[in-house]
């Protein structure tokens, strides 16, 4: 299915900008992503009305995708085009098949001149992408869902002869973790076909639920799809087999492959829950309600797993024609295995030397049973533990190794290295960004990926398939949080996988990225836009206070100082803010559309020290007093029943910080600061006082990272600090799993200095 084919690089002419003018009067750039592979900019334009006639082939495929060129036109122009056999002179859409109908050549050649639009291509996938081609050239609006009045439909003149570096543009979605319905799934098809990504890796089962209907095993979905969060309600969600067909078709249609991915033998907990004899303890389980992998895995002992596993994949494989099937594979823990009489027998008895041999006997188990069904079968990188069943194709994720011993091996690759392509990563500060797992990749870092490793042998880089986005939704709680994950990210790694090397240029992304912005506003996409950085929501100082701003790339910034909201006619931040009062600031980022980012508020605080208190106590740990419960919020605390009274050391906190026995507790006791200054205080608690005051209040909040940090002016000596300590599960990520600390350090210090449980005193 790999395409070679010799491209003639035409010159870009970067000095001449296309003669097309929109209504407002402004010049249009070609500004075409994924960047083609070559383009000549002509003179003159061409203007799409009602009467222009829409040429294409008999063919359905083709026909189909004329449907949804006209859906656009309907919508947005309001009207449609009438789809002819007769090519006229003049006002055409002409697509052309010159190769064999079904092809995977995704190559295509669209010639803009003042008669009309010429699309040229070897098969319907190529055919396809000229015609998105072509409504890039359009004005923006074309996606627009209503009727947009004013608008001319006029593109430039233009040649473009275009075929992608890569066959695999994908995006990886976890729909376990977080479930999402299948219009927000469309909709996100919608938006890769028209940024020529062409495969969906569809992420079904989970240690966190299991999200797909399969009829002889009712129990997956009937238990698996279902948990029960730390708040006591119940999250869950699956798709029909009719729901995942009407997917795949709708993929299909935009000539997207759905590849599902079915985990094996790990992340696998929410199908043991209903078919625990298959786990090698027997169970019983409950559908993991934190994040993280869990230990018990399918136990490769029996034989009962792999006629489950066989049955499934009876069940799955009609449901997606795309040739490859995922595996899983990754995060597989031995644990149970080790000690599981089944599993010892199993490796005896096939002479395996370990559990990564046995992993991999698994693993060539099912890819015999995927072979038989005619389907590839792919796995993430830790199928190359214990030896890597013969054509299995791997999918690199902790970085590039796997990737490139698996290609030195043979084996096709698809590169999805963390730091690059990992949509889950936090895409600007995580003191200002909503919660995320971890990592931190811009867009700039997922443009500059190259799935070809630089130490790749060349005469192997032909085992490199492409690349994807990943995105785990373990922190994606809204499907708004996904999108502003994904966003605008997946878009640069669209250009990773169908520009060449040679022709990327990160600048001019950027500029093209502008009516792209647009494009995406009118699907209604909440993508990330960049927020200002830099300083701290709660700022305190003591003669003035400088306030500088910056964002992950150049944005500009908007701000005002009256308590308004900001909008695209507010002060523009330039250089640092500067403040001798108390002051609240409020900012925002603006893009060149005039889409505007989430508003930052920050006050600004005079304050003098702090004074010490003098007390007399040298006991560790602190004091206070607990109850049992669920307590989501600080203000859950007033119904609290039956407090109890503790002290808190190493030997007791277990009592109050096991997310499985949720409790809420109010700690007292003091601190020690070495001098007198302006200290920055971060911590994981709820809330955090100091003297009385509330400085840190994460109330209600994941609390993954502490993001509230807020500074205050402290003299040295004691200070009585109070802590509401809420030991629940928010979001998945249990409060227990924080180090019991605050952290403090004087403003403009680099590192802070950790106040443990032993360093507090009552
Ligand atoms: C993975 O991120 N566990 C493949
Ligand atoms: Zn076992």
Request: proline share 5%.
């Amino acid at each position: 299915m790999r395409i070679f084919r010799t491209f003639i690089f035409f010159t870009l002419i970067m000095t001449f900008f296309g003669a097309c003018t929109n209504q407002a009067g402004k010049k249009r750039e070609i500004a075409l992503v994924p960047q083609p592979n070559g383009l000549v900019k002509g003179e003159g334009s061409f203007t799409i009305d009602a009467k222009t006639a829409f040429v294409v082939p008999e063919n359905d495929k083709l026909q189909s995708a004329a449907g949804l060129i006209n859906q656009r036109f309907k919508q947005a122009a309001g009207f449609e085009l009438a789809v002819v056999k007769e090519l006229p002179a003049k006002n055409f859409i002409h697509v052309e098949l010159t190769g064999e109908a079904g092809s995977n050549d995704e190559s295509y050649q669209l010639s803009v001149t003042s008669a009309g639009v010429n699309i040229k291509a070897a098969s319907e996938r190529g055919a396809f992408y000229g015609l998105m081609s072509m409504l890039q050239l359009l004005p923006a609006e074309i996606e627009s869902t209503q009727a947009v009045a004013d608008v001319d439909w006029t593109m430039p003149c233009v040649e473009i002869d275009d075929a992608p570096r890569f066959v695999w543009r994908g995006m990886h979605l976890d729909v376990c973790r977080h479930f999402v319905s299948i219009e927000f799934i469309k909709k996100q098809l919608d938006v890769m076909a028209l940024f020529k990504m062409n495969t969906f890796h569809w992420h079904l089962t989970e240690d966190q639920g299991w999200r797909i209907e399969i009829k002889k095993y009712p129990k997956l979905t009937e238990l698996g799809s279902k948990r029960t969060e730390g708040d006591g309600s119940v999250y869950g969600g699956y798709y029909t087999q009719e729901e995942i067909k009407e997917v795949v078709a709708y993929a299909a249609e935009r000539f997207i492959n759905v590849v599902p991915e079915i985990e094996l033998p790990g992340h696998s907990l929410a199908a043991l829950v209903g078919y625990p004899e298959l786990s090698c303890t027997g169970g019983p389980f409950e559908v993991r309600t934190v994040w993280g992998v869990e230990p018990d895995v399918y136990c490769a002992g029996k034989e009962e797993t792999f006629h489950f596993l066989e049955d499934i994949i009876d069940e799955v494989v009609p449901l997606f024609p795309y040739e490859y099937f995922h595996i899983g594979g990754d995060e597989s823990p031995k644990d149970r295995w080790k000690v599981c009489p089944d599993c010892q027998r199993r490796i005896r008895k096939e002479g395996l030397k370990d559990e990564h041999e046995l992993q991999s006997y698994f693993v060539q188990r099912i890819e015999k049973v995927l072979l038989a069904h005619d389907r590839k079968m792919i796995g993430w990188d830790e199928i190359l533990e214990g030896g890597l069943a013969p054509s299995a194709t791997v999918m690199s994720w902790r970085g590039e190794a796997g990737g490139i011993e698996a290609a030195n091996q043979g084996h096709d690759v698809v590169m999805t290295p963390g730091n690059w392509v990992y949509l889950d990563h936090y895409q600007g500060d995580s003191k200002v960004e909503p919660v995320a797992i971890g990592g931190y990749t811009t867009m700039e870092e997922s443009y500059s990926y190259d799935p070809v490793p630089a130490e790749l042998d060349a005469a192997k880089a032909k085992h490199v398939l492409g690349t994807q986005g990943n995105v785990w939704s373990e922190y994606m709680y809204t499907p708004e949080l996904f999108e502003y994950r994904i966003y605008p990210r997946i878009i640069a790694l669209a250009e990773v996988g169908w520009t060449q090397k040679e022709n990327k240029d990160y600048e001019d992304f950027v500029k093209r990225m502008d009516p792209q912005f647009v494009r995406l506003d009118l699907h209604n996409i909440n993508y990330h836009i960049p927020l200002p950085e830099g300083p701290l929501s709660h700022i305190a100082f003591a003669d003035t206070a400088s306030l500088e701003f910056t964002t992950t790339r150049p944005v500009k910034m908007v701000y005002t100082l009256d308590g308004s909201e900001p909008d695209q006619n507010s002060t523009v931040y330039e250089s640092p803010l500067t403040f001798t009062e108390n002051a609240t600031v409020k900012i925002r980022s603006v893009l060149n559309s005039g889409k505007m980012s989430a508003v930052r508020t920050i006050t600004v605080e005079k304050q003098s020290l702090l004074p010490a208190v003098s007390v007399e106590t040298s006991k560790t740990g602190l004091t206070g007093e607990y109850a049992e419960g669920i307590f989501v919020k600080v203000k859950d605390l007033e119904s609290a029943e039956n407090w109890k009274t503790i002290d808190v050391n190493e030997k007791t906190l277990r009592t109050i910080n096991n997310y499985k026995k949720p409790t809420g507790a109010k700690l007292q006791g003091y601190i020690e600061i070495p001098e007198d200054g302006f200290y920055e205080f971060q911590t994981n608690f709820d809330q955090f006082f100091i003297g009385g005051k509330l400085l840190v209040s994460n109330d209600g909040e994941v609390k993954r990272y502490s993001r509230n940090n807020a500074q205050i002016a402290l003299a040295k000596g004691k200070h009585a600090v109070e802590i509401i300590y809420l030991n629940n599960n928010i979001g998945g990520f249990p409060q227990s799993w924080n180090y019991f600390i605050v952290d403090y350090k004087k403003v403009g210090d680099e590192k802070f200095t950790q106040i443990k449980l032993e360093n507090f005193i009552y």
